[in-house]
């Protein structure tokens, strides 16, 4: 149960879904304790989720994220028109979803173009910074807003866009869909080695219940069926392994960005990225430790299947 309950404490923390980061809660400090907890994982988890693709709470999820990545010193109308939509209804957050955003984001566009004409103007290395990024960036949504950045016609305020907000906004959107693939990853893996397992029992107990001359026979079905208990249980220690070199590479690029952006004293649009840069190296460390821990726990699955397989 130890793992579950972290599983569950995780989602109430970090899934980008607030019916789900809701339902993980309620579980997590539930005083029915683990029955709670079981329940939420069985079919609690997936109500939420069906929740959450319902419109309003879609729209408040998409305006608590923007509210979170565009910072009222650099975005101030987005920020404005997020948190009037996280505090408003399910009326202001379908208009902000629809219109509103897209309206806040051009006036602050034309004040970024009117600053990067009186106190900035972006060098030739900040451009091929951007560059980079849409070339080999880790995050498949931030190397398209790099890319868009830089399409036939952009100007030094497209790249001062990109650098103030659409880079983080779309960093933490590239963060969100890596949680919420590796949530429900997590979920179908556990679904199958259950199965498995059962599998397994249902083939131990037919081998007990056996006659003398079928004995063998039915030990080789559980053997069979824990064998491949442990078999999906070591698939699965390796996809998290990787996963955790996937968020460890993630980091690192982040304390490199955070280092870059503090050592450009003179650029306020660099400036502005060394406290979200050092954040984004904080959550995917997070990630990289979780990752590690649920590679241990699935090797210790696939040990204990192993050794009834071989008992």
């Known amino acids: 149960m130890a793992n579950d309950s972290a599983r569950v404490r995780r989602d109430s923390r970090y899934d980008p879904r607030s019916a789900v980061r809701t339902s993980a809660l309620a579980a997590w400090i539930s005083e029915h304790g683990d029955t709670a907890i079981v329940q939420y994982l069985s079919s609690g988890k997936a109500a939420a989720i069906e929740r959450a693709k319902v419109g309003g709470q879609r729209n408040l999820d998409f305006a608590r994220r923007v509210m979170q990545t565009h910072l009222p010193e650099y975005s101030p109308n987005v920020h404005a ?3 009037t939509a996280v505090n408003g209804g399910d009326v202001e957050r379908e208009h902000f979803a629809r219109t509103g955003y897209a309206a806040a984001k051009e006036l602050d566009q034309r004040r970024h173009r009117d600053q990067v004409a009186k106190d900035e103007q972006m060098t030739a290395a900040d451009r091929e910074f951007v560059r980079q990024r849409a ?3 880790p995050g498949a949504q931030v190397r398209a807003a790099a890319e868009w950045a830089l399409r036939t ?10 650098l103030r907000f659409d880079w983080i906004s ?3 959107l590239d963060r969100d869909t890596y949680r919420v693939t590796g949530a429900e990853r997590d979920a179908q893996t556990h679904r199958q080695l259950a199965e498995l397992v ?6 131990e107990a037919a081998e007990a219940a056996a006659s003398e001359e079928m004995r063998e026979q039915a030990k080789a079905v559980t053997k069979r069926a824990w064998g491949a208990a442990a078999e999906a249980a070591k698939r699965t220690e390796a996809a998290w ?5 996937r ?4 980091a690192r690029h982040w304390q490199n960005i955070a280092a870059h952006a503090a050592a450009q004293l003179e650029s306020p649009t660099w400036k502005s990225l060394a406290s979200p840069a050092r954040a984004n190296q904080r959550g995917w460390t997070d990630d990289q430790s979780w990752a590690g ?13 192993t050794a009834k397989q071989n008992r």
């Open 153 to 162: 016609g952009s100007t030094d305020a497209d790249i001062v866009e990109f």
């Open 241 to 245: 392994l990787a996963e955790a070199e």
């Open 170 to 172: 779309a960093a933490a």
């Open 81 to 83: 028109a997020a948190k």
């Open 198 to 203: 059962t599998a397994a029992r249902a083939a």
């Open 293 to 305: 821990e649920q590679s241990r726990y699935w090797a210790g699955q696939a040990a204990e299947a």
């Open 135 to 137: 070339l080999s960036d």
């Open 247 to 250: 968020s460890a590479e993630q």
